[in-house]
C-alpha cells in the first residue's frame, strides 16, 4: 500500500498537503525555522521510506517522524532544546510565526500558545492546529490517552489566563 507514495506525483502531494503544519509544529518544538525546516524534510524522507501497511494515516505518522528527528537534535545540539532562545534566533522565530500565521486574532493566540509549558503547548498545536485525535496526540507524545486530555484542559485554562490578561 504505502509502496505508492513513492510516485512522485503523490509525494507532492503529500509533501504540499502536510509542509506547512508540519513546519509550524515543528518551529513551536525547536523555535528555529533553519533547524525546523530540516527537521521537516528529513521527516519526510524518513516518514516515506520507512511506511509500510502498517501506517492508516499519513499525517500522525509524519508528525511522530518530525517529533523525533527534533529529539535527535537535542541529543545532538543541547542549544535547541527551548530552554534558551538566542536573541537573533527569537527575531527569526517571530518573522515565521508572522509569515505562517498572517491572521491577526491568530498571532495573540499563538503568542499565548508559547507561553505554556513544552508539553501543553505540543498537545495544543497537535490538537488544534494540525487538527489530530487525541489517541494519534497521545501517541505522537508518548502519553496515555488521560494524560492528553488532561495536558489540554489544563492548556485550555491556562490560555484563558493568558488570553483574559491581554484584553
Excluded: H
Excluded at 524522507?45 to 523525533?68: E, G, Q, Y
Excluded at 499565548?112 to 505522537?140: C, H, R, W
Aim: with cysteine; glycine share 2%.
Amino acid at each position: 500500500m504505502w509502496q505508492q507514495f513513492m510516485k512522485p506525483d503523490i509525494i507532492d502531494q503529500l509533501f504540499s498537503q502536510y509542509y506547512n503544519e508540519a513546519l509550524l509544529y515543528t518551529i513551536s518544538l525547536c523555535r528555529n525555522r533553519t533547524v525546523a525546516e530540516d527537521i521537516v524534510s528529513n521527516a519526510f524522507f524518513k516518514a516515506l521510506s520507512m511506511s509500510d501497511d502498517s501506517i492508516r494515516d499519513f499525517k500522525p505518522w509524519l508528525l511522530t517522524v518530525c517529533r523525533n528527528e527534533f529529539i535527535s537534535v537535542c541529543r545532538r545540539d543541547r542549544r535547541f532544546t527551548g530552554e534558551e532562545i538566542p536573541e537573533d534566533l527569537a527575531d527569526d522565530r517571530e518573522e515565521v510565526i508572522e509569515t505562517i500565521i498572517r491572521r491577526a486574532e491568530y498571532r495573540s493566540l499563538y503568542r499565548a500558545i508559547d507561553l505554556l509549558p513544552d508539553t501543553q503547548k505540543e498537545a495544543v498545536m497537535l490538537f488544534y492546529f494540525s487538527g489530530l485525535s487525541i489517541k494519534n496526540i497521545a501517541e505522537i507524545i508518548g502519553k496515555s490517552e488521560t494524560n492528553t486530555k488532561v495536558l489540554l484542559c489544563r492548556a485550555r485554562e491556562k490560555l484563558r489566563t493568558i488570553m483574559g490578561g491581554e484584553q
